[in-house]
């Protein structure tokens, strides 16, 4: 494997309907592959729309298997057209009244690696989670991929440093965050988190948001997705804060272990210190 990997993320606004979402985010692959990019992650459930603006249970029938599911298996085939890995958020139905917020993985000759299931759940006006998802239950899954190894943490996950902690420990060198944030305080924090999260734990970050006001709220979403460096630095510029947008950037794996080697944090790590931070 090369030491640098084309990676792409894409935030679009939704179209009104499952069907015309899938066939938006075909076309954005069928151009990232174009463009060389060997692995891509799309928005927090990105097949459908941000419905944890209200509380209706219509929406529960948005949830599906996953990886027998009609989606992952669609995406399944596309990953082995275009050789590239994916990364795609979708409603997970386990079993009826079982339900996650979730992340399928597809490695780049189409083959289902596993799955990351959102663990923190916030339930707020405008995020109202809860009456949706079930806390995830499968930790903190690295997964082997084509262009390496490859993490997920999905949106509300990355206020709680422990879970980008895990990754890293188990070796992620590149960790997507598809997420759905809309204007506010999150504003500040979504340029803050993320590149702070990549320079404490020495991996690159893929960050995605969704884009525009969906009709079942006033949540008004801000885009601004970008990929940031193991020093904490954007790579290029980050996307726009109004507009659909596909993000393709060249990741230089070797900047993962030159900072390590320059910032030995993992090294220092004193976790006979750390157990407190556990207890409840």
Request: charged fraction near 20%; aromatic fraction near 14%.
């Given at each position: 494997?090369?030491?640098t990997?084309?990676a792409?993320?894409v935030q679009?606004l939704?179209?009104?309907?499952?069907?015309?979402m899938l066939?938006l985010?075909?076309?954005?692959?069928?151009?990232?592959?174009?463009?060389?990019?060997?692995?891509?992650c799309?928005?927090?459930?990105?097949?459908?729309?941000y419905?944890?603006?209200v509380?209706?249970a219509?929406?529960?029938?948005?949830?599906?298997a996953?990886?027998?599911?009609?989606?992952?298996?669609?995406?399944q085939?596309?990953?082995?057209?275009h050789?590239?890995?994916l990364v795609?958020?979708?409603?997970?139905?386990?079993?009826?009244?079982?339900?996650?917020?979730?992340a399928?993985?597809?490695d780049?000759?189409?083959?289902?690696?596993g799955?990351?299931?959102?663990v923190?759940i916030?339930?707020?006006?405008?995020?109202?989670?809860?009456?949706y998802f079930?806390?995830?239950n499968?930790?903190?899954p690295v997964?082997?991929?084509?262009?390496?190894?490859?993490?997920v943490?999905?949106?509300?996950?990355?206020?709680?440093?422990?879970?980008?902690?895990a990754?890293?420990?188990?070796g992620a060198?590149?960790?997507?965050?598809p997420?759905?944030t809309?204007r506010?305080?999150?504003s500040?924090?979504?340029k803050?988190?993320?590149t702070?999260s990549?320079?404490?734990?020495?991996?690159?970050?893929?960050?995605?948001n969704?884009v525009?006001?969906e009709?079942?709220?006033?949540?008004?979403?801000?885009?601004?997705?970008?990929f940031?460096?193991?020093?904490?630095?954007?790579?290029?510029e980050?996307a726009?804060?109004?507009?659909?947008?596909?993000?393709i950037?060249?990741?230089?794996?070797?900047?993962?272990?030159?900072?390590?080697?320059?910032?030995?944090?993992?090294?220092?790590r004193?976790?006979?210190?750390?157990?407190?931070?556990?207890?409840?």
């Amino acid at each position: 494997m090369s030491e640098t990997v084309r990676a792409a993320v894409v935030q679009t606004l939704w179209t009104g309907d499952q069907e015309s979402m899938l066939e938006l985010h075909e076309k954005h692959l069928a151009t990232a592959a174009a463009a060389g990019v060997q692995v891509m992650c799309f928005q927090e459930l990105f097949n459908g729309p941000y419905f944890c603006q209200v509380q209706e249970a219509d929406y529960y029938s948005y949830a599906e298997a996953i990886p027998d599911g009609p989606t992952t298996k669609r995406f399944q085939e596309l990953a082995a057209k275009h050789n590239m890995v994916l990364v795609l958020p979708i409603y997970e139905k386990e079993q009826p009244g079982v339900l996650y917020n979730t992340a399928a993985v597809v490695d780049a000759d189409g083959s289902y690696l596993g799955k990351y299931r959102k663990v923190h759940i916030p339930h707020v006006k405008g995020f109202y989670e809860k009456f949706y998802f079930r806390p995830g239950n499968l930790g903190f899954p690295v997964f082997n991929t084509a262009v390496g190894k490859v993490g997920v943490y999905i949106c509300y996950d990355r206020h709680f440093p422990e879970g980008w902690r895990a990754l890293g420990l188990g070796g992620a060198q590149l960790v997507f965050n598809p997420s759905a944030t809309s204007r506010g305080l999150s504003s500040y924090l979504w340029k803050l988190e993320q590149t702070s999260s990549a320079a404490a734990n020495l991996y690159f970050v893929g960050a995605i948001n969704r884009v525009g006001v969906e009709a079942l709220g006033d949540n008004d979403f801000y885009g601004t997705s970008y990929f940031a460096n193991p020093r904490g630095e954007f790579v290029e510029e980050t996307a726009s804060d109004q507009q659909e947008e596909l993000v393709i950037r060249d990741l230089d794996y070797a900047l993962i272990d030159e900072t390590r080697d320059q910032w030995a944090f993992y090294r220092d790590r004193r976790p006979d210190m750390y157990s407190p931070l556990a207890q409840a």
